[in-house]
């Protein structure tokens, strides 16, 4: 653009220092023009240890939200007893104000205050740090909803864990296919595996929701109700007493982890010289992608299926998981998410620590200058192009 140069050439710089002085090659005019300058500017980002920890920090966070994306709405399905639809559709009324308020939120405090790149970074800690006390509430879970044949049996009593019965003696003679998973919620508020194993002989339709009625279950508790043996197409409704809470402190946890994405974006580029910023944003996202993106949703996907309860049976071999163990699904989830917020806030840590700004931004009146180069900008006002040649 027309007078950027001069723009770049007033703005302080806030590179990160380097004892040896070969931070200040990138600062020739002629630097990054050939392609034998791309070793050099590799070595130089992986001699900016600011940088290198910035880049650490920020996969630890993608982590965080790959493998939170992905499964965030299992766990609310599991969690609250809803199907996949409403899971999806939920996590999505968390995810949208949270993630997009959070990134906006971040941009604007970086401007209001006009942080440096020391401070920048400290706010990125700071955000991580809330995040971890927040992600402390998957220590909470809802009680999962009995199940017939899965964590309880069809009598009413216990059924030993890691055990799995489908039949009863109320559908021994209807012949059951494991095959077939549709859930069914009984008068009784028990959920069976299939209209089937309730032992149901008739279905109709509600005409008030549209769901399938079943009729004449044999394995629905009929001593409850009048007239009750009865089940309805779906998961029975989970009447959770802490699932406001649980919402909104993973409401949260998203808020602040996304509120530290363009704060710390923002010190990637301050941290390195203008010759390389471009060069830095592409390796940072190739470290992100690679330590954070790919591996996020399938170490959190490990985890969560430790709490598997009822796996799916396809031809013999085991597909998806229908029904997870609610406590032990919040306790994997709690660790995996402890895990990697406890790395990113010391990576923030050490990245803060090792920083080393330029001699100038330690200057007086130096610290009110923004990367807009307010100072700067005032002292030399006359020799600035026209704002609209900008």
Not at 44 to 71: Q, R, V
Not at 167 to 183: F, H, K, M, R
Not at 313 to 332: F, K, L, T, V
Not at 364 to 389: F, I, R, V, Y
Request: glycine share 10%.
């Amino acid at each position: 653009m027309s007078g950027s140069q001069r723009y770049i050439v007033m703005r302080v710089s806030e590179a990160h220092q380097l004892k040896d002085g070969s931070h200040q090659k990138a600062s020739d005019p002629d630097f990054g023009k050939t392609v034998k300058d791309l070793p050099r500017s590799v070595l130089l980002l992986l001699k900016n240890p600011t940088f290198i920890f910035l880049c650490l920090a920020g996969a630890t966070e993608a982590t965080l939200i790959a493998g939170m994306s992905t499964f965030g709405p299992k766990f609310l399905e599991s969690q609250f007893s809803l199907s996949a639809s409403e899971a999806a559709t939920f996590f999505g009324y968390l995810v949208v104000p949270a993630g997009g308020g959070g990134t906006f939120l971040g941009g604007f405090l970086v401007n209001k205050f006009k942080l440096r790149c020391s401070g920048i970074i400290k706010l990125c800690l700071l955000c991580t740090m809330f995040s971890l006390l927040a992600i402390f509430v998957f220590f909470i879970h809802c009680p999962n909803m009995p199940m017939a044949g899965v964590t309880q049996m069809y009598d009413g009593s216990a059924l030993p864990g890691g055990h799995l019965n489908l039949t009863g003696a109320c559908n021994a003679q209807c012949g059951c296919l494991q095959e077939t998973y549709s859930p069914v919620c009984g008068t009784d508020d028990i959920m069976y595996y299939s209209p089937c194993h309730a032992g149901c002989k008739r279905v109709s339709e509600n005409l008030r929701n549209g769901k399938k009625v079943y009729h004449e279950c044999s394995c629905v508790d009929k001593n409850l109700l009048p007239g009750s043996g009865k089940a309805e197409a779906g998961k029975c409704t989970s009447s959770c007493v802490k699932k406001p809470l649980l919402l909104c402190f993973m409401f949260v946890v998203i808020l602040f982890t996304f509120l530290s994405s363009i704060p710390a974006l923002t010190a990637t580029l301050r941290c390195v010289s203008d010759r390389q910023r471009s060069f830095a944003l592409g390796i940072q996202w190739i470290v992100v992608r690679t330590l954070g993106g790919i591996p996020g949703p399938i170490a959190f996907g490990s985890m969560i299926d430790k709490s598997c309860l009822l796996w799916q049976d396809q031809c013999g071999e085991q597909g998806s998981c229908y029904i997870y163990q609610n406590s032990a699904m919040s306790r994997y989830t709690l660790v995996a998410g402890l895990v990697y917020k406890v790395l990113g806030t010391t990576f923030f840590i050490v990245a803060c620590l090792l920083y080393k700004p330029p001699p100038a931004e330690s200057a007086p009146g130096s610290s009110d200058a923004s990367e807009n180069g307010t100072s700067d900008l005032q002292e030399h006002k006359p020799s600035l192009p026209a704002e609209e040649d900008i």
